[in-house]
């Protein structure tokens, strides 16, 4: 088997320069690669494009880069929640780019299925389509939208084996397998690592020929943004 | 007038045994407290979830498991997970029954608006625009009029849109109102204590009113 481990999540985020595009895993806080983001955070790189779904919030997350003024181009479906992002982009210091959460999703998909662009009715009638190309299926009109080119892609799992091969837990999967297939690098951080033969063939998500690196991460805050719960006492 | 919990139980009411439904945020999430027991349903949630369950008892909330409003859930006997590119994919395919979600405006042609006001901090459109493209049956929960008591029911959205001649049902504090195909709303429902004509008044768009409009029935 190949071995696709690194020693740490710095020497994982080494050979990022500024003026990279990034995509990062997580749907919000949750699934976020945590240990990365610190990396990334604690090398200082600038000047980033950050492909991912949120933004973070201001003191977690992507947040941490937007506070440290690392990004440039954030592209995502929705920034809500961060008061340095929203300070940053009406002072013309950070560019933004907001598509659909499908679209997104899918430009993800098709660079990791090898396909140059997809055909979506979102955002068909809207500034979305501004400038884009419009074909006609069946009676029905599609935007053409091209698949992303990431430099790295960033991601979290669950566990993983030296050969790079990954399962996620519950909704922390959300972006983190297309991301996964669609980066020239893939880097993986993962909660636990295994050697290979540990996961069962039949359960991996993501197969490892996706993967270039690995590492068991640390102290993962996982933190909630919305805690919602019920009392005992109902129904 | 109805109340927000009120609207969401008559939306409930429109909900079939069997359906997979996708719930927005804001008013449409209540509509999951309504769905009577023996209506069997799955509820998708775009962020990678079929079969949401409720939420946690204190103590068991999971970061791991949310839902699209990023609040802690529950899993179901029965759920599944998900990457996002397949939580669209099975929109886009339109495996999802019916779509309820919150709009700012909507047109008598069935375009609506709900995700940008110009001048103020743009927050995304999330799934939104994926969601009223795709979905072949889409129901709005809104206010019938803004705080201003301008409607919000209108000939042409003015608002940026989201998504065009795609809702086919409105249900408001108001009124539930059906999306002609040839355009204009029809009045089918009146909310309790709201008269026709109070309803006239606050609908710009084309409004159909037939003879007899009943009043709405909520259980």
């Given amino acids: ?235 | 007038m109805l109340t927000k919990e009120q609207i969401a139980q008559r939306i409930a009411k429109e909900i079939q045994d069997g359906y997979y439904v996708n719930l927005g945020i804001g008013i449409p999430t209540l509509v999951a407290n309504y769905i009577p027991e023996e209506v069997h349903v799955v509820l998708q949630s775009e962020n990678g979830l079929l079969g949401m369950g409720p939420f946690p008892f204190e103590g068991d909330e999971d970061p791991d498991l949310i839902n699209a409003g990023k609040q802690t859930i529950t899993t179901l006997p029965g759920s599944s997970i998900f990457d996002s590119a397949m939580s669209f994919g099975m929109i886009r395919a339109q495996k999802v029954d019916l779509t309820i979600l919150g709009a700012m405006e909507v047109s008598e042609n069935g375009d609506i608006a709900n995700w940008k006001i110009p001048g103020k901090m743009v927050k995304g459109m999330g799934g939104a625009m994926d969601l009223v493209a795709s979905a072949k049956n889409i129901i709005v929960a809104m206010q019938h009029v803004n705080k201003a008591g301008e409607s919000k029911l209108l000939p042409e959205c003015t608002l940026p849109l989201t998504g065009v001649r795609c809702i086919r049902k409105v249900v408001t504090e108001l009124a539930v109102l059906d999306i002609l195909p040839e355009g204009g709303f029809l009045l089918l429902e009146r909310a309790p204590d709201v008269s026709v004509d109070y309803i006239r008044q606050a609908t710009r768009g084309r409004l159909t009113i037939p003879g007899h409009v009943p009043t709405m029935a909520l259980t």
């Fill in chain 1, 1 to 235: 088997m190949i071995n696709k481990v690194v020693p740490s999540a710095v020497a994982a985020v080494s050979d990022i320069s500024d003026g990279s595009t990034l995509m990062l895993g997580g749907f919000g806080l949750c699934g976020i690669p945590e240990n990365c983001i610190n990396a990334l955070v604690h090398k200082n790189v600038k000047n980033l494009t950050c492909i991912s779904n949120n933004a973070g919030v201001d003191d977690f997350g992507i947040g941490l880069m937007l506070h440290k003024k690392q990004v440039r181009k954030m592209i995502a479906s929705y920034v809500g929640e961060n008061a340095e992002f929203e300070r940053q982009l009406l002072s013309g210091e950070l560019e933004v780019e907001l598509i659909p959460q499908g679209t997104l999703a899918t430009r993800c998909m098709a660079a990791g299925y090898g396909m140059p662009a997809i055909f979506t009715p979102a955002g068909i009638g809207t500034e979305v389509a501004d400038g884009k190309e419009i074909r006609n299926f069946n009676g029905k009109d599609y935007l053409m939208e091209l698949a992303f080119e990431a430099d790295f892609a960033i991601v979290k799992a669950w566990k993983g084996d030296t050969a790079g091969n990954l399962v996620f837990r519950a909704t922390s999967r959300n972006f983190n397998p297309v991301m996964a297939m669609a980066g020239k690098i893939t880097i993986a951080e993962v909660e636990e690592l295994v050697e290979p033969g540990q996961l069962d063939p039949d359960h991996i998500h993501t197969p490892g020929i996706y993967v270039h690196r690995i590492f068991q991460g640390s102290a993962y805050e996982k933190r909630i943004e919305q805690r919602t719960v019920r009392q005992k006492t109902s129904s």
